[in-house]
């Protein structure tokens, strides 16, 4: 199958690496891709947020399916003309990205499908953004309506920091103000044709940049798979209870959900509640589940956007453990300071069971020394806030663990930063 994949990050990467093990002859290209993709397969500089210069590139050469990686195209509604020429696509509409382009508009699907999450409110100015929260008490959960880069988000006790990034999102357009939910926290994708689901397995991410849960809420630091913690009817209770509603709510209302959805989870002691919806996977969780993906992924992505999920079976797991390090420039999530070289690459895939999957770098100009037809990390320089992310699969979490961090050990990058206490408590 010829397939298009636009992204530049370790989602992608991923995806892309679980279609190469298929042993299928696939012929993939990627958009724009980084130098990690580029090694694998063709890249091309393809802005995946332009809708009409994407279509006419895969109407042109003949593509059979397109995969839409991250939710920016999605938001720009990617999705629309190349569906309307009659390439599938794995990936929502416009409108029905809205699920995660705005939270405003996933609480209201959220309430019409009756799927369980937690109270919020939105606010247009900070005097109703102190009347809720004063109203739904501490800890505080400010967010930012639309996307954010991961950086909309604020959980915290301290009243004065709530409202400071109330302050800050409210120049950017309304917040919501939403009611604090303890337990914790799961990631399940499911995919969907627009009327059924089929899901994948869950995981756990973690969003703090520090040890311990401290420090600023990032795009996400690492995560695991599978949870040995839930109980077996956990995602029989999901697909039953949020994630067909939903679907079958959008379908409803004219806007079928096609691609995956993400369903970010918390386990409260009064049962599941939704968090937040994305419209794709999820990074760095889609790293963990695709490394123990049986199943072709090819196959449920087709599906998927063909309308044809209710014919295949649930996908099937490696009993492996995966875990996944990601590792990040200096400075992030504030201000990364990139251009720095990547050592180590060679000798982090080195170790047993460990892939290195690419989120933000490239190949610096060549010298006349090497061979410029040659993939080699000479020349690999960090050119965003999530550099690499370090995966690692094993029998058990120990295994999984130490093979992740002596990979993670062996890669350098002046400044980089990441966590020491992935899957440590499992």
């Not at 993939?28 to 990690?36: C, D, K, L, S």
């Not at 590139?57 to 190349?82: H, M, R, T």
């Not at 995560?223 to 079958?248: H, K």
Request: proline share 7%; charged share 20%; hydrophobic share 45%.
């Amino acid at each position: 199958m010829k397939i298009l994949v636009l992204g530049s990050g370790a989602r992608e990467h991923a995806i892309i690496t679980s279609l190469l093990s298929e042993g299928a002859s696939h012929e993939i290209v990627a958009a724009p891709g980084n130098a990690g993709i580029a090694r694998a397969v063709r890249t091309v500089d393809l802005e995946p947020t332009d809708p009409i210069a994407v279509t006419e590139y895969a109407v042109e050469n003949g593509f059979e399916l397109v995969v839409v990686g991250p939710e920016a195209p999605l938001i720009a509604g990617v999705a629309d003309p190349l569906r309307e020429r009659g390439i599938p696509v794995f990936g929502p509409s416009k409108a029905a990205a809205a699920l995660e382009g705005s939270k405003t508009f996933a609480k209201r699907i959220m309430e019409a499908a009756d799927v369980p999450t937690g109270r919020a409110e939105l606010a247009g100015t900070i005097a109703e953004v102190e009347k809720t929260i004063d109203e739904f008490g501490s800890p505080y959960v400010i967010k930012a309506d639309g996307l954010a880069a991961g950086k909309g988000v604020i959980v915290t006790p301290d009243r004065a920091a709530a409202v400071a990034h109330a302050a800050y999102w409210l120049e950017h357009g309304p917040v919501l103000v939403e009611e604090f939910l303890s337990g914790p926290e799961v990631s399940l994708f499911l995919f969907s044709d627009g009327h059924d689901v089929l899901p994948l397995t869950p995981a756990q991410d973690f969003k703090r940049l520090e040890d311990g849960d401290l420090g600023p809420n990032t795009g996400g630091m690492g995560a695991y798979s599978p949870l040995p913690w839930l109980p077996e009817s956990f995602v029989d209770e999901v697909i039953e209870t949020i994630a067909l509603p939903t679907v079958r709510r959008l379908e409803k209302e004219g806007t079928p959900f096609i691609g995956l959805l993400y369903c970010g989870l918390i386990v409260t002691p009064r049962g599941i509640r939704v968090i937040e919806f994305n419209a794709r996977f999820g990074d760095p969780e889609t790293q963990v589940v695709l490394a123990r993906l049986v199943t072709p992924l090819s196959s449920l992505l087709l599906a998927s956007a063909n309308g044809t999920l209710s014919t295949l079976p649930r996908p099937e797991f490696a009993l492996d453990v995966a875990v996944t390090v990601v590792i990040a420039s200096e400075g992030y999530p504030e201000k990364s300071i990139t251009g720095r070289q990547i050592t180590g690459i060679e000798a982090a895939e080195a170790v047993a069971e460990v892939t290195v999957l690419h989120a933000a770098t490239e190949i610096a100009p060549l010298t006349d020394a090497v061979d410029a037809g040659t993939w080699t990390s000479t020349g690999l320089v960090a050119t965003g806030g999530r550099v690499l992310s370090v995966v690692a699969l094993g029998s058990d979490f120990a295994e999984a663990r130490a093979r992740v961090y002596e990979a993670v050990d062996k890669i350098g990058l002046a400044g980089s930063q990441h966590r020491t206490d992935i899957a440590a408590a499992v």
